[in-house]
């Protein structure tokens, strides 16, 4: 439910793959096919002519190289940032407003604005998590899910312990919530495990 | 069940494939750095780093000559198979190892290790056996229940089953999946 851009993934993942494997195709066909190998020297060889042709034309002044380097140079910087900020746009969409309204004339008459930060939901979800015995741990986060606040808990209960009866609770505490605050946000609720469960006993008595 | 609790719950159960596209994009910006580096000396006319970029055209263009055809044929292999993880990771649905848990206000997802704890643990009761002896697998349509008795004592395959899929009817997963119980044929001692 976090920003990560997964159509983009995907695409690129497409891209790169497709890439890779007509390389890959194209080495094996070289070593193997003598025909291909030789069309490809063939046709590589007067491109290279042609590049050699073009670079001497543009060649910037005595001492220094084409101007051509300048712009694969470029071209190469485009793809860094490129790929930088694909790396920066994996999980992002943390939000700290979980409620925001301005007040007007038609509505109650009060000037003023009202802003809930999601740390309100955050630590009355984690507050009353926490103290219960049968989870080892409770992370509440949020996150804005196309431009409208979403809360995320994530739990981890104790080896055997019933998942739905932790989705009801959680449940009943989120309801709690809504009557509490007067606004329904989307909430995630994620049941877990991870290695800390896996090393720690198993709830006996509930 | 609300539009966007219908998009997080598709989320949360497929794979983001963030790892691999991180990956994918350092290897990529590592290689464009690099190419940056040498076309930026040519450019300033200095001497190149490891390659010149003019002489690495000319030796690609040449190709079969100048190496191994084993060489190459290896490297193409590799670079196939690369090509293929890396489609396949952008075209399979990755599907995580999750079930939804249907829920009026809140969605809900349950990762299979926690179900599969349940299970075990409704199923050791039912059986009256161990933990040791209880090993429950979780996939999204079928849940396999294996069970080793202890020597000598009868257990009621039936009853197992019935426990199991009450407390599987309780859980209201989406897909719903079905329960196999397999009684080992040897038993332990010593328990």
Request: hydrophobic share 50%; glycine share 8%.
């Amino acid at each position: 439910m976090n920003g990560t851009p997964r159509g983009f993934n995907r695409f690129m993942l497409v891209l790169l793959g497709l890439v890779l494997m007509v390389l890959g195709a194209a080495l094996v066909a070289l070593a193997a096919v003598p025909p291909f190998a030789r069309w490809w020297q063939d046709w590589a060889g007067r491109q290279v002519l042609q590049l050699g042709g073009l670079a001497a034309q543009t060649r910037m002044g005595s001492g220094a190289g084409s101007w051509i380097w300048l712009i694969v140079a470029a071209a190469l910087l485009v793809v860094v940032i490129v790929m930088v900020s694909w790396i920066a746009n994996q999980g992002k969409g943390r939000t700290n407003v979980l409620f925001d309204r301005t007040g007007s004339a038609d509505d109650d008459g009060a000037a003023g604005r009202v802003v809930l930060s999601c740390a309100v939901a955050e630590q009355a979800l984690k507050s009353a998590l926490v103290e219960r015995s049968d989870l080892l741990s409770a992370s509440v986060t949020s996150y804005d899910f196309r431009g409208e606040p979403c809360v995320r808990v994530r739990v981890l209960p104790r080896q055997g312990v019933a998942p739905h009866q932790v989705a009801g609770d959680v449940g009943a505490l989120v309801e709690a919530m809504d009557a509490l605050l007067g606004v329904e946000v989307p909430v995630l609720v994620s049941i877990g495990s991870g290695a800390r469960v896996r090393f720690t006993k198993a709830e006996r008595v509930r | 069940m609300s539009e966007p609790t219908a998009r997080i719950l598709k989320r949360e159960t497929h794979s983001s494939r963030a790892p691999l596209s991180v990956i994918a994009a350092i290897v990529m910006s590592l290689l464009a750095v690099y190419g940056l580096l040498e076309t930026m000396l040519r450019a300033l006319g200095q001497p190149p780093w490891l390659i010149d970029p003019p002489d690495a055209v000319r030796r690609i263009s040449e190709l079969p000559a100048g190496t191994t055809p084993v060489l190459l044929g290896v490297a193409g292999v590799l670079f196939l198979l690369l090509g293929v993880i890396l489609l396949a990771n952008g075209l399979l649905p990755g599907r995580r190892a999750r079930h939804v848990i249907t829920d009026n206000r809140v969605a809900v997802v349950v990762d299979d290790e926690v179900i599969a704890a349940a299970l075990a643990r409704r199923a050791r009761l039912a059986a009256g056996v161990t933990r040791e002896q209880v090993m429950v697998v979780v996939s999204a349509r079928t849940v396999q229940v294996n069970v080793r008795p202890t020597s000598g004592i009868w257990l009621d395959e039936s009853q197992i089953q019935a426990a199991v899929e009450a407390e599987l009817a309780a859980m209201a997963l989406d897909p719903t999946p079905t329960v196999k119980v397999n009684l080992a044929n040897t038993g332990v001692i010593g328990v």
